[in-house]
């Protein structure tokens, strides 16, 4: 019985995603931003999904703002992952010239820098502006690049994900479900020379490792840092924010992976921390393109770990 509605709300899921889809492909891209506005402001005032995770999550984050000010952010929270979640779809169908003419990567010589040293390289996101247009116009610009994410429950909607994803620019999406059987062949395809990109950000329960983020202990994945170590391999933070005129930009940086002398015992801890370090910094100066959504800091650190970092 259990069974059978878990299917039917899959069921259901899928199609409502298919005429989704069916809508926003008959719309311009203006008319699309357009609509997002309204669905962002509408579910703002009257379907507050998560709203008190957001306002928890901004006033931990800031905890010197005002309520006015985190209720500013909120409202342009959703109206941007409004748009973004519009967009998802019609950018991975668009033609290459029409994709190009709203995605833009000015940072490209980094890239080229980290590659030309034949070790990979890791390239490290979080779910901030749209973090999907961003492996998409690497593939569609002839770089290897592969994702690691995690299986969706829902199979239909996960299947048609990955065929959105699969049919854009000229090499197909690769994508590394999160398990240990694919742990070897996630090391190949680095070893191989390739892009890895990863998203970082959430909660990663008691599996993960704790560093700062806005002052807060957070559960973090170590998987970038471990990868980029182990393989010497370049770490470069991407991030791909909606500008004023409704463009993405992607904007690439290399960060420093020669840990220093005093964190040689823990040198992974050390470099997820430069990686909070910096994304703390981007979503300072756009706090509205956060996905505030998340439980962040859902993990709370062991009582010994904190008498030990005090």
Same mark, same amino acid.
């Given at each position: 019985?259990?069974? %059978?509605?878990?299917?039917?709300?899959?069921?259901?899921?899928?199609?409502?995603?298919?005429?989704?889809?069916?809508?926003?492909? @008959?719309?311009?891209? @203006?008319?699309?931003?357009?609509?997002?506005?309204?669905?962002?402001n509408f579910v703002y005032f009257f379907l507050p999904y998560r709203r008190a995770t957001m306002r928890d999550n901004l006033k931990r984050a800031f905890p010197e703002s005002t309520a006015r000010w985190r209720r500013r952010i909120i409202r342009k929270c959703y109206v941007?992952?409004?748009?973004?979640?519009?967009?998802?779809?019609?950018?991975y169908e668009a033609s290459d010239t029409q994709f190009d003419a709203i995605v833009e990567c000015p940072d490209l010589n980094v890239l080229h820098n980290a590659l030309a040293r034949h070790r990979g390289v890791v390239l490290v996101s979080f779910h901030f502006g749209n973090w999907e247009v961003c492996s998409d116009w690497f593939r569609r610009h002839d770089y290897q690049v592969a994702a690691v994410a995690k299986k969706m429950k829902n199979h239909l909607v996960d299947q048609m994900i990955f065929d959105a994803r699969s049919q854009s620019g000229r090499n197909k999406e690769q994508i590394f479900y999160k398990s240990k059987a694919n742990s070897p062949r996630i090391w190949k395809y680095l070893r191989d020379e390739n892009i890895l990109y990863l998203i970082a950000d959430q909660d990663a329960r008691r599996d993960?490792?704790?560093?700062?983020?806005?002052?807060?202990?957070?559960?973090?994945?170590?998987?970038?840092?471990?990868?980029?170590?182990r393989q010497k391999a370049p770490l470069i933070a991407a991030s791909?924010?909606? %500008?004023?005129?409704?463009?993405?930009?992607?904007?690439?940086? /290399?960060?420093?992976?020669?840990?220093?002398?005093?964190?040689?015992?823990?040198?992974?801890?050390?470099?997820?921390?430069?990686?909070?370090?910096?994304? /703390? /910094?981007?979503?300072?100066?756009?706090?509205?393109?956060?996905?505030?959504?998340?439980?962040?800091?859902?993990?709370?650190?062991?009582?010994?770990f904190i008498e030990q970092n005090a």
């Open positions: 019985m259990n069974v %059978n509605r878990i299917s039917l709300r899959f069921v259901v899921e899928y199609r409502l995603l298919k005429l989704i889809r069916r809508i926003l492909r @008959s719309l311009s891209p @203006s008319e699309r931003r357009m609509l997002a506005d309204i669905t962002g941007h992952f409004a748009r973004v979640y519009f967009d998802f779809f019609p950018l993960g490792i704790f560093v700062k983020f806005f002052d807060q202990w957070s559960s973090s994945h170590r998987g970038p840092a471990l990868f980029a170590l791909c924010l909606m %500008n004023t005129k409704g463009k993405y930009v992607i904007r690439l940086k /290399e960060l420093n992976t020669e840990v220093p002398s005093e964190n040689k015992n823990d040198p992974v801890a050390w470099l997820t921390q430069q990686i909070a370090i910096y994304f /703390e /910094e981007q979503i300072r100066k756009c706090p509205e393109q956060y996905y505030w959504f998340h439980r962040r800091w859902k993990t709370k650190p062991p009582p010994s």
